[in-house]
């Protein structure tokens, strides 16, 4: 084998580990290990939730501990991120992204509210997947964003 055909072949072999990594790492964003998944009423979205969260009776509602209802949804166009303009007018205190694959934006509290609103959408099988997670106001964005990252369309 020459020198350049086996640089060639390492070079794809680095290639391959290396997007064998970004699909883990893209898969490990999902559903957080002992997490239950809730699918929508048209079976077509999905989130994951922490384990001690209660599925209702009402396919795509989920309520947290504390008794904040969090909904998952398909939508009624197919995704597509928002514009400038669109974001400016809605009541956003803060958007994380806004990408061709997913928006994600935490909503500016209302009053006195005790909660936070998430908002997250992403590309669905053929409308988008929607999600609002209320959560009491001093839960970590984090744990908001990991379950807000969970939202997929189904399998």
């Given amino acids: 084998m020459s020198k350049l055909s086996r640089f060639r072949a390492d070079g794809v072999l680095r290639m391959t ?9 893209s898969t490990a964003l999902k559903a957080q290990s002992g997490w239950k998944t809730v699918k929508d009423k048209t ?4 989130i994951s939730v922490p384990q001690n969260w209660t599925p209702l009776s009402t ?3 989920v309520n947290s501990p504390q008794g904040r209802t969090s909904i998952v949804t398909s939508g009624h166009r197919q995704y597509r991120p928002f514009n400038a ?15 061709e694959t997913r928006a994600l934006w935490v909503n500016k509290a209302v009053g006195n509210s005790p909660n936070v609103s998430y908002h997250v959408e992403t590309l669905g099988k053929t409308n988008s997947c929607i999600a609002e997670i209320s959560l009491p106001s001093g839960t970590p964005e984090d744990d908001a964003k990991k379950i807000a990252l969970s939202l997929s369309k189904t399998p």
Avoid: W, Y
């Avoid at 580990?17 to 790492?25: D, E, K, R, S, T």
């Avoid at 669109?86 to 990408?99: A, G, P, Q, R, W």
């Fill in 43 to 46: 079976g077509s979205c999905q």
């Fill in 59 to 61: 396919p795509g509602f």
């Fill in 17 to 25: 580990a290396i997007c064998a990594l970004i699909f883990l790492a």
């Fill in 85 to 99: 303009e669109t974001l400016k007018m809605m009541n956003i205190d803060k958007v994380f992204e806004n990408s």
